[in-house]
Nanobody, 119 residues
Framework: QVQLVESGGGLVQPGESLRLSCVAS????????MGWYRQAPGKERELVAA??????NYADSVKGRCTISRDNAKNTVYLQMNSLKPEDTAVYYC??????????????WGRGTLVTVSS
């Protein structure tokens, strides 16, 4: 009944920037939290950034280079990534904890968007 759709990934050179977007849609009553995770080839999925209420949380590897923000009116979360490095290459997944219109709390994931940082 609810879903997440990511966009904004692509191929960039080291030092460049990208802005990822994630839109939640469906029978949504409220969104408790949203975040971004990534999974590189041969690696486990890891948290990049999360936002809940007025607080944010970042992985040490991206602090100072990434900013997570949310537009509540559009049910959208953004991840601005600057000074990208080859080690940032991964599939980036959006995650959200959503209270549905039926008052059920669900944890959902998007299908992911690929970010490749290479010269």
């Amino acid at each position: 009944q609810v879903q997440l759709v990511e966009s904004g990934g692509g191929l960039v050179q080291p030092g460049e920037s990208l802005r990822l977007s994630c839109v939640a849609s469906g029978s949504i009553f409220s969104i408790d939290a949203m975040g971004w995770y990534r999974q590189a080839p041969g690696k486990e999925r890891e948290l990049v950034a999360a936002i809940t209420g007025g607080s944010t949380n970042y992985a040490d590897s991206v602090k100072g280079r990434c900013t997570i923000s949310r537009d509540n009116a559009k049910n959208t979360v953004y991840l601005q990534m600057n000074s990208l490095k080859p080690e940032d290459t991964a599939v980036y997944y959006c995650n959200a904890k959503i209270l549905t219109s039926r008052m059920r709390l669900v944890d959902i994931w998007g299908r992911g968007t690929l970010v490749t940082v290479s010269s």
